[in-house]
């Protein structure tokens, strides 16, 4: 049996807060073989890929009021590594207030994706954009990845609005 | 990585597809096969299998090479394996059409080829199997859109294992009672777990999320979708299920044939509630071609479907099933491949070649790879072509049918053709045509950095 710490992150979504730094936070402070088992307002899927790949494999349920838990168990591997070396974003690296925000919900694809695009191209290094969408942006991520941005994004509570942050010359990306 | 690339292969598939399509409807007008040959001929065997294989089971392959990945937002298990499995299914319909014209008497009889286009089409469909499946399970649990494309692939295995049961049959060997049966009585079920679970039900599961996406409409996951799912599921599940134990234990098909009828029609009553709050729900007030014509080829479904009931009705389905399966395989399921094409592929080819400099320098729109006035028009004649065909089949209009698949074959050459400058950026103004950065893409395969 998998011994999990239980996060809940519910009350910083319903204030309107960004509960990333906190579930890494807690996902690095695990000790060998311990679970998280995560409540949340959505399912958080970007943040399995990320865990995902991080070496752990997750159980995600609907709990009722459109909640979800989610838990996740280590894999032999995730257990092993070195607290920090997994992780793509330190937890305690807060990104800046973005200084761009867009709003390309109303736009056809893919015109959100070259809007973004043409924004980071005229942006200083570690500067972040915001961008909300009507979906989750497939096609952008390797694109960022290939012009060594760093991004982080995932579903508002309404589950209809995707809000991406892009943080330029950051490398590798991470979503929550 | 999160996130999806392009299939490498895509494309590849979509133009041997395209080719098959052409020479089926070519083989139409030169009169070879049904309605000028019976319906269970060596010859209309020939024709419907370069039509079920070639063309849509290519073309649907090919699409879910690019959009599985899409739909679960997990790369492709493997963007190589495409060729090989390309190259396993083209050269056993190969055989597969020599075997049929051996039958046919065109060719020695030799029943060794029958074997061969046995192995390398379990082959080929299972490399696809497997390459699909291994992204799919990457993304367990799995959203609705990828659950329709899991029974889509159920249904293409079990037609494939029907279809090489059938085929070393003709190669003399597999000669037990119970498969002597299946090959007598079985026939309704390779072909609904065929046209209706691997091609129709995939493609009702892919359409409602390409719909979504190019109309901007909500997305579908209330109960009337999932419904949708059930029910469909249940319908294949009666048919291949319900339909062999039928044949193993001596009961009657027919039963087993209407109920999953009535289940499946059921299904598509709420997938045609679903449609039409996708394209009423939709924000964009003007909409484009493809969508436009995929509606054309809903509404082709539609009439199949009440046609098909009202036939059954009447006790008339014998008289004009071969008239019913060609309206779902050219109205429906060609006429919403060809629309799908005409926006994936100007979608795949601007991704590729303006992908990498997008924001650094001026770029065209998808929209200006294609141009929809010149094309709308081949579109319409071939819809009005499939129409007038399938009404001549109807009414044994043999002769009058090959006028009208001549229609179908010049509509299809033009559509074919607005493919090929759309992917040579034939459409695209000299100025934007290939900024610093870029390269022509290739016609048949995609460039894909690794």
Not at chain 1, 137 to 165: M, N
Not at chain 2, 124 to 150: E, I, M, S
Not at chain 2, 269 to 290: C, F, G, H, M, S
Request: net charge positive; aromatic share 10%; hydrophobic share 55%.
């Amino acid at each position: 049996m998998t011994d999990f710490v239980d996060l809940d992150v519910r009350p910083i979504l319903r204030s309107g807060g960004e509960p990333f730094a906190k579930i890494m936070e807690a996902v690095q402070g695990l000790a060998p073989g311990q679970g998280l088992r995560l409540l949340a307002t959505f399912k958080p899927t970007p943040l399995l890929h990320v865990l995902g790949s991080q070496g752990f494999t997750h159980e995600a349920k609907e709990i009722g009021g459109g909640d979800w838990q989610v838990e996740f168990t280590p894999t032999a591997g995730a257990a092993s590594a070195a607290p920090g070396a997994r992780a793509t974003t330190p937890a305690s690296d807060t990104w800046p207030t973005p200084v761009r925000e867009m709003d390309n919900r109303d736009l056809d694809p893919p015109e959100p994706m070259v809007r973004i695009l043409a924004a980071t191209e005229s942006m200083a290094k570690g500067e972040v954009l915001a961008a909300l969408l009507c979906r989750e942006p497939i096609f952008l991520f390797p694109e960022l990845a290939k012009r060594g941005h760093g991004w982080r994004g995932g579903f508002e509570p309404d589950g209809k609005t995707y809000r991406v942050l892009v943080r330029i010359g950051a490398g590798a990306g991470a979503a929550a | 990585m999160i996130g999806a690339t392009l299939s490498r292969w895509t494309l590849s598939y979509f133009a041997s597809a395209v080719a098959f399509l052409l020479a089926a409807e070519a083989l139409m007008v030169l009169g070879f096969g049904y309605p000028g040959s019976a319906l269970r001929s060596p010859e209309t065997l020939v024709l419907v299998h370069c039509v079920a294989i070639g063309w849509l089971s290519l073309l649907m392959c090919g699409a879910l090479f690019q959009f599985v990945p899409v739909l679960v937002a997990k790369p492709i298990h493997s963007n190589t394996l495409p060729l090989p499995a390309l190259l396993l299914i083209l050269t056993g319909l190969g055989a597969l059409i020599a075997g049929f014209l051996q039958l046919a008497g065109y060719l020695p009889p030799n029943a060794s080829v029958f074997m061969a286009a046995s192995v390398l089409l379990g082959a080929g469909f299972l490399l696809v199997l497997w390459n699909l499946g291994r992204t799919l399970a990457a993304a367990w649990p799995l959203n609705l859109p990828a659950r329709f494309v899991t029974i889509g692939l159920a249904s293409v295995a079990a037609t494939v294992t029907f279809g090489v049961l059938f085929t070393l049959g003709f190669a003399g060997e597999a000669q037990g009672p119970f498969l002597l049966e299946l090959r007598a009585r079985g026939l309704p079920l390779h072909f609904i777990a065929g046209l209706g679970g691997w091609l129709t039900f995939t493609a009702i599961g892919v359409s409602h999320r390409l719909l979504a996406m190019f109309m901007l409409s909500p997305e579908l996951e209330g109960a009337s979708t999932r419904w949708t799912f059930y029910l469909g599921t249940l319908a294949l599940a009666i048919v291949v299920i319900g339909g062999v134990v039928a044949i193993a234990v001596g009961g009657r098909l027919d039963v087993v044939l209407l109920g999953a009828g009535l289940v499946g029609l059921a299904c598509l009553a709420l997938y045609a509630r679903d449609v039409v709050q996708l394209y009423r729900k939709r924000v964009r007030p003007v909409i484009e071609l493809n969508s436009r014509m995929a509606g054309v080829a809903l509404g082709q479904l539609a009439a199949a479907a009440l046609l098909t009931s009202a036939a059954a009705a009447l006790g008339v389905v014998d008289r004009f099933g071969g008239a019913l399966v060609f309206l779902v395989a050219f109205g429906w399921l060609s006429g919403l491949g060809l629309a799908k094409l005409y926006k994936i592929i100007a979608f795949v080819t601007w991704l590729e070649c303006y992908g990498p400099v997008l924001g650094k320098t001026p770029t065209p729109r998808v929209q200006d790879l294609v141009v929809e006035p010149r094309a709308r028009r081949w579109f319409w004649l071939y819809f009005a072509a499939v129409d007038a065909a399938t009404l001549c089949l109807a009414l044994e209009a043999t002769l009058i049918f090959r006028v009208a698949a001549a229609a179908m074959l010049l509509a299809t050459a033009a559509i074919a053709l607005e493919f090929i400058r759309t992917r040579r950026l034939s459409n695209v103004k000299a100025a934007l045509r290939l900024p610093t950065g870029t390269r022509l893409p290739r016609l048949l395969f995609t460039f894909v950095a690794s």
